[in-house]
């Protein structure tokens, strides 16, 4: 399934996510785009989202995405907002709860989907 709405990419990307798809996951994002990941700093390009989600992905956690806000930023960008809960075990087997608050950019592509473009899961943190 492809985002038809910006909102849509946030709902995929934690349905992907649950469903350990790194490569459903990475396909989100446009091939340039940039992911700030708290710990690593900017990951730009698929390659580096890709290296960066798999750790993520290797966690198996339960991300819920939240409600979320957009703001359209004419017919082909829009900004979404979204406070989200992710719970995972980690290598010692205890149980973590993390939250953020999610801003990013999406844009729509030439077919009339959407994909990320900018993501940071903590940038109104």
């Not at 490569?23 to 340039?32: I, N, R, S, W």
């Not at 956690?61 to 980690?90: E, Q, Y």
């Amino acid at each position: 399934m492809s985002a038809k709405t910006p909102a849509d990419v946030d709902h995929l990307f934690g349905e992907r996510v649950n469903a350990a798809d790194l490569e459903g996951t990475v396909a989100l994002y446009e091939t340039g785009a940039t992911l700030v990941a708290s710990d690593a700093g900017p990951q730009v390009g698929h390659e580096a989202i890709r290296a960066y989600l798999a750790g993520l992905i290797a966690l198996k956690p339960t991300i819920d995405m939240g409600p979320v806000r957009t703001v359209a930023l004419g017919d082909d960008l829009a900004v979404l907002h979204h406070d989200w809960h992710a719970s995972f075990n980690d290598a010692e087997g205890q149980r973590m709860e993390l939250t953020g608050k999610a801003t990013e950019i999406v844009r729509r592509q030439r077919d009339g989907t959407w994909l990320f473009l900018f993501d940071d899961p903590n940038l109104r943190d």
